[in-house]
């Protein structure tokens, strides 16, 4: 399969995480485009690591998944606590970190 093909499906994943991060105000939604955006830039990792027969981006896609893993974990424990300390979890209304 060519190449393109894969940066082609990196890049319309990376402009919809854009364009949810932009927009939307949930918290969880912004997260999951966050989300996005990462697993497009692993698709081009992956993508020129088989390109150029080179293991590299593999395993630097490798760490990028799992650092993404950790961001969220701790991304979903922030929301959590600032659900519970204010009942929303809408971006608008938190202020919480503002002096």
Do not use: C, H
């Amino acid at each position: 399969m060519p190449l393109e093909y894969f940066l082609a499906l990196a890049a319309i994943l990376f402009v919809i995480g854009a364009y949810g991060v932009l927009t939307k105000r949930n918290a969880i939604v912004v997260l999951m485009s966050i989300e996005l955006m990462l697993n497009a830039a692993n698709i081009n990792f992956v993508a020129f690591s088989s390109f150029y027969n080179d293991v590299k981006g593999q395993i630097f896609a490798l760490f990028s998944i799992a650092v993404a893993a950790a961001e969220v974990a701790v991304g979903l424990a922030i929301l959590l606590a600032l659900s519970k300390a204010r009942d929303t979890i809408n971006l608008d209304e938190i202020n919480l970190l503002r002096w």
